[in-house]
């Protein structure tokens, strides 16, 4: 990728991070723009229930009166209107005037809170007529129209039939932005603005600037026949930061994502297996990202196993249902260590190998000593016998004197953590092993190519020595032996090079079938190969070899020798478990197996990993090359083979080759 092509990438790459960003932050803030509107409409909804009701219970003073007065006739005692009429104009917010109308149509009696009764009979206000006329025909309580007055902007006319006189009416003038006020004050939150109106026509406002800048919602209610409409406005602080915390985040994401650019221009200079290193690193972390951003939102529901105590000696526990998963007990079980009635625990919790007290537990220490314990690695061992590791959480509860009332304990699974560990620990140790054979095998190759030199002068001058007429007589015995030792010198350093994999041999192609068949002798060794075995690149004198380290193993391991071998195809997959393969990972696919079994005592896992290591043997006057021979072989041929072995459970060695057109494509 050019350099010019690069740079435009990362450029597009970090703009369309920054829009994705935009975009999600820009949904999460209108996402909140409507809940706000619609806790706002619902809130309107109540406030304007609230203002109906409130009005309701503020005009029920004139019902009272109504009622008083019918019952009192013409209470036109002085006294008796002090002591009692007063007390029900008393209790109306914003009432500025009292009113009977009698079946004439006339005003017989009228007050005003705090003034004495009127018994004058007059003509009402001509606001009053129409409205009298309407309450007849409702039955009910009526309302005037706003209309202004010398003591209001906002005045209205109540007018309520009054049931045991027919035809009577008991009216109210009323400062209705007073009584708004006044319904307000008592009821809804001072953080609410409103504004009520009605036909148009305002009644009492104190939004201000808030409707501008929070915007408003809108509600209405019916009372008396006329329908008044309420305007709401909360504050949107808490909108505002909300926005505000978005665009930091925002910021963040394209300080991220700026990051993320700069990375992927240095990660380019590099080599290409490093660079699928680090993109596999970076998804690894991308993935971690998002797993700790899932965390963080659903924390709420994932399943963390917590315990409760409220008495500082832990008698009584709750705990939620993710820890009665995690300790395996129903939901009515006795969570404390000790079962009921001397009974076997239920659970209990171990430490380092060691089972924990009931008063070591992690929320009795909490308890008893008022500090936090914290990540501390347990292991729960259920009724069952399953082992859980987990780490420990615990934290006193403290009352207002900051005395200890009980404690919180909480439980977090990480079996799968400590078996990821486990798993990599194994393939470090798989991976030292494979450097430590290459290393063998570099510094055994140095040695039998120099050693094979040297051995080549020594037999070369000792054949000459030999063919000399002229040497002194007895001097051919011991040139003799000195040949005989070099040869078996030379057949060791044929051994190193076999197990280097760069030994002189000529792969052609071979039925292993035909090569197995001659080593079947039906007393020891029995032989079962399948039928229509396809071809392999193989050296024959080299599988022969490698059967008769085998076989002679196997022979050596069994006091009733009795040895099995097999040839089949095999099909080799991704993930095969204990394949050694020696200089690359065997690809997947078919392949020709011999399997070479025996029934003797078998190998301790600490020997079997040693197996193909040069010079290593467990025989007395064993060289140790071997299984360090068939390795090198193996080698040579592309193939790779798994060595299967437990203590008094035998031994099987599988190799696998490579079919004739896969062989000539690696070769």
């Known amino acids: 990728m050019g350099r010019r092509t690069f740079q435009l990438l990362s450029l597009v790459i970090l ?30 909804e109540h406030t304007a229930a609230q203002l109906r009701t409130g009005v309701l219970e503020s005009l029920e003073s004139l019902t009272q009166l109504a009622k008083w007065w019918g019952s009192q006739g013409k209470p036109s005692d002085v006294e008796d209107w002090r002591t009692d009429g007063q007390l029900f104009l008393s209790r109306a917010p914003g009432l500025r005037e009292a009113m009977w109308i009698g079946r004439d149509g006339l005003q017989h009696w009228s007050a005003i809170p705090g003034g004495d009764v009127d018994t004058a009979i007059r003509t009402p206000d001509s606001r009053l007529a129409p409205l009298l006329a309407l309450a007849k025909s409702r039955r009910a309580l009526t309302l005037s129209p706003i209309f202004p007055s010398p003591e209001s902007r906002a005045a209205i006319y109540v007018c309520l039939p009054i049931g045991v006189r027919k035809d009577e009416f008991v009216a109210g003038l009323v400062d209705a932005a007073k009584l708004v006020a006044a319904i307000k004050a008592r009821g809804i939150p001072a953080s609410h603005r409103i504004s009520v109106s009605t036909a148009g026509s305002s009644i009492f406002s104190d939004l201000g600037l808030a409707s501008r800048l929070g915007g408003e919602a809108r509600a209405s209610f019916e009372v008396g026949g006329r329908i008044w409409t309420v305007s709401l406005a909360i504050p949107s602080e808490q909108f505002r930061w909300f926005t505000g915390q978005i665009l930091a985040i925002l910021c963040v994401i394209a300080a991220l994502l700026y990051a993320f650019t700069i990375l992927l221009h240095l990660s380019q200079k590099r080599s290409a ?27 709420d529901v994932i399943p963390i196993g917590i315990a409760v105590s409220y008495d500082p000696e832990c008698r009584n526990v709750t705990a939620n249902p993710a820890l009665l998963r995690m300790l ?9 260590a000790g079962g009921r009635g001397g009974a076997e625990p239920l659970w209990r919790l171990a430490r380092d190998g060691r089972e924990l007290q009931a008063g070591e537990l992690p929320l009795q220490t909490a308890a008893a000593t008022g500090k936090p314990v914290a990540a501390v690695e347990d292991q729960v061992i259920r009724a069952d016998g399953a082992a ?6 615990a934290a006193p509860l403290l009352d207002e004197n900051g005395r200890v009332r009980g404690a919180l304990s909480a439980l977090v699974d990480i079996s799968e953590r400590k078996s990821q560990e486990r798993l990599r620990n194994e393939l470090e140790r798989r991976l030292q092993r494979h450097e430590r054979m290459k290393s063998l095998g570099i510094m055994a190759a140095g040695i039998a190519h120099d050693f094979n030199n040297l051995l080549t ?43 280097t994999g760069n030994s002189y041999h000529k792969l052609r192609l071979t039925d292993l079938a035909g090569v197995v068949g001659r080593w ?24 022969e070899q490698v059967i008769q380290n085998l076989v002679s193993n196997a022979i050596e391991a069994s006091e009733e020798p009795r040895v099995e071998i097999a040839v089949d195809t095999y099909r080799v997959s991704n993930n095969e478990p204990d394949m050694i393969s020696p200089d690359r990972k065997l690809d997947p696919g078919m392949y020709v197996r011999i399997t070479v079994k025996d029934s003797g005592i078998g190998m301790t896992s600490e020997i079997a990993e040693r197996a193909f290591d040069p010079f290593f043997s467990t025989k007395f006057l064993g060289r140790g090359l071997g299984l360090s021979e068939v390795l090198g072989i193996m080698r040579s041929h592309n193939g790779g083979l798994r060595l299967r072995t437990a203590p008094n459970a035998g031994t099987s060695v599988e190799l696998f080759f490579p079919l004739a057109d896969r062989a000539e494509r690696a070769a």
Not at 471 to 483: D, I, K, M, N, Q
């Open 273 to 299: 297996e490093l660079e699928r290193t680090n993109d596999q690193i970076s998804q690894l972390n991308r993935a971690l990202h998002e797993k700790v951003a899932d965390f963080q939102t659903l924390l």
């Open 15 to 44: 703009l369309g991070g920054l829009l994705a960003a935009i975009a999600l932050c820009k949904g999460l803030i209108e996402a909140e723009r409507s809940q706000l509107r619609r806790t706002r409409e619902a809130e309107a």
């Open 328 to 336: 395996g007990i129903p939901g009515d079980a006795n969570l404390t």
């Open 388 to 393: 859980i590791d987990v780490l420990s959480y």
């Open 457 to 499: 002068t020594i037999i070369g001058q000792a054949s000459l020595a030999l063919e000399d007429k002229t040497a002194v007589p007895g001097r051919a015995r011991h040139l003799t032996e000195l040949l005989e030792a070099a040869e078996r010198a030379a057949g060791l350093v044929r051994q190193l090079l076999s197990y």
């Open 520 to 543: 079947g002798d039906g007393a020891k060794i029995s032989v079962a190969a399948a039928p229509e075995l396809p071809p392999v690149m193989a050296d024959p004198d080299e599988v």
